[in-house]
């Protein structure tokens, strides 16, 4: 993907995530940084149920795109899900978890955090 295929394709991702009610959607350009992707889309969801749903809407998303994707932690229970959907990277949590983690600042010392949606 190109880098304005892959700037819309993010958009796409935040906004479908905003329709479903995603909580704090952010993302990280990292690009510069990280030879995988072109931007993590981190968000979260209220409950378990929450966040499944955001995980089936990117998997939607990547298969109505026809845009390869695999997805980790879509397991029961599970408080933290990861989907590479090609040149963005989605981080679905819920809150204590993704406060634990810290991925944003994890990343913030090496590039620059944008504002939400």
Same mark, same amino acid.
């Given at each position: 993907?190109?880098?304005?295929?892959?700037?819309?394709?993010?958009?796409? +991702?935040?906004? &479908?995530? #905003?329709? *479903?009610?995603?909580?704090? %959607?952010?993302?990280? /350009?990292?690009?510069?940084?990280?030879?995988?992707?072109?931007?993590?889309?981190?968000?979260?969801?209220?409950?378990?149920?929450?966040?499944?749903?955001?995980?089936?809407?990117? +998997?939607?998303? &990547?298969? #109505?795109? *026809?845009?390869?994707?695999? %997805?980790?932690?879509? /397991?029961?229970?599970?408080?933290?899900?990861?989907?590479?959907?090609?040149?963005?990277?989605?981080?679905?949590?819920?809150?204590?978890?993704?406060?634990?983690?810290?991925?944003?600042?994890?990343? &913030?010392?090496?590039?620059?955090?944008?504002?939400?949606?």
């Amino acid at each position: 993907m190109d880098k304005q295929d892959s700037l819309i394709w993010r958009q796409t +991702i935040e906004q &479908a995530l #905003a329709d *479903k009610k995603a909580l704090e %959607v952010r993302f990280l /350009d990292v690009r510069e940084v990280f030879p995988l992707a072109d931007y993590f889309v981190i968000a979260q969801g209220s409950s378990y149920r929450h966040l499944m749903t955001l995980c089936d809407t990117c +998997i939607d998303l &990547a298969r #109505a795109h *026809k845009v390869p994707h695999t %997805v980790q932690g879509r /397991d029961q229970g599970t408080s933290w899900i990861a989907l590479d959907l090609c040149s963005v990277f989605v981080h679905l949590f819920l809150e204590d978890v993704r406060k634990e983690v810290g991925l944003e600042e994890l990343w &913030a010392p090496l590039i620059s955090q944008k504002p939400p949606l």
